[in-house]
């Protein structure tokens, strides 16, 4: 066998293909390994680079080969994607994750340590039981608007709603047993999100970069947290215009024939870091409005020739890029030069 220069391995839960190619380009290598073989099989064998589809088990996987002496290389499924050539199926998509991991303008993940993915763990639990939150607040909310109760929009209202309803002798004793058991159920809820929120600030309490991100107008803990949780190495990217784009924050692009043609943000990245930072810019867009004198000249001419939402898109494009460049090159915030600066826009 020719001497393995790289290798593309589809992963699965417990069935692994490998394509591998020598110096000239020449396949050398297709074999399928169950799980428990594949660390066996790359220990045995000479450092070579391998990719990997940036899935589930892939920073893990990346870790344990890294170990054995090789150098793991992690790509986004949708780059991987235009490189299967016809069908679906392991072989084809192993084929596919080693011909565009040689490809000299392709982008990497890079790989998370076990320290980043147990932080990221902490941000998503938050996440799932704010979701669990909402869903159970819209299940009681549809329950009580079967027996005539509405309450105004809010989590601080379905407590006093379920108060009202154990007082209406008009909701039958049926209901108002069910009503009570989805009651505890919310105040568990409660409980448990706030037990979330505690150890999310006080984990980002005690990171140097979240501290220094909190200075920007915007951004709040959770937001500085999830930025240093979920951006693990800001040098993946060249400039703050480039994480911009990877957050999909950035116009889609339908430009031909030398005709510039932009549509809306293209959304792609991490949609729960692309809402946070939203949400973080809609605030400061909120308090310009009723503090206009207060808020930035170039925030005050964006709001005068664009909706208040639209203006919000592009102050968190530009927070992003502020918060890209205090982890990539360190510093503080300074308002003079940031969100502050007319002539920066």
Not at 155 to 160: D, F, H, M, T
Not at 181 to 193: D, F, I, M, N, S
Not at 228 to 234: F, H, I, T, Y
Not at 311 to 339: C, E, F, K, T
Request: hydrophobic share 45%; with cysteine; charged share 25%.
């Amino acid at each position: 066998m020719n001497e393995i220069t790289r290798i593309g391995m589809d992963t699965s839960k417990h069935v692994f293909q490998l394509h591998g190619v020598d110096g000239e380009e020449h396949v050398v290598l297709r074999r399928k390994l169950r799980r428990r073989e594949v660390a066996k099989f790359f220990a045995r064998l000479a450092p070579t680079v391998i990719g990997i589809e940036a899935c589930g088990g892939s920073h893990h996987w990346a870790r344990e080969l890294g170990r054995l002496g090789h150098e793991v290389k992690l790509l986004a499924p949708q780059l991987v994607k235009p490189y299967v050539k016809r069908g679906k199926n392991d072989a084809a998509d192993a084929e596919a994750i080693c011909e565009a991991m040689s490809r000299p303008t392709m982008r990497f993940v890079p790989a998370k340590s076990a320290e980043d993915q147990a932080a990221a763990m902490l941000f998503g639990q938050r996440e799932r039981l704010l979701r669990d939150r909402t869903r159970l607040s819209n299940t009681i909310r549809g329950y009580a608007a079967e027996f005539g109760m509405v309450a105004p929009r809010g989590q601080c209202r379905i407590e006093p709603l379920l108060a009202r309803i154990a007082a209406q002798e008009s909701v039958p004793e049926l209901a108002r047993r069910q009503f009570a058991e989805l009651g505890a159920e919310y105040a568990e809820l409660e409980v448990r999100v706030r037990q979330a929120e505690r150890r999310l600030l006080a984990w980002q309490k005690e990171n140097e970069t979240c501290k220094r991100l909190k200075e920007i107008p915007g951004v709040g803990p959770i937001i500085a947290a999830a930025l240093v949780m979920k951006l693990a190495d800001p040098g993946a990217f060249g400039c703050g215009r480039q994480f911009a784009a990877w957050l999909g924050l950035t116009p889609k692009d339908h430009s031909t024939a030398g005709r510039q043609r932009l549509g809306g943000i293209t959304r792609a990245g991490d949609k729960q870091l692309r809402q946070l930072l939203v949400s973080g810019a809609m605030s400061v867009v909120q308090q310009a409005a009723r503090r206009p004198e207060r808020a930035s000249p170039w925030l005050r001419d964006l709001l005068a020739r664009k909706p208040a939402k639209q203006a919000a898109v592009a102050l968190a494009n530009r927070i992003a890029r502020i918060a890209w460049a205090l982890m990539a090159h360190g510093g503080r915030y300074q308002a003079s030069r940031g969100l502050h600066s007319a002539a920066a826009a």
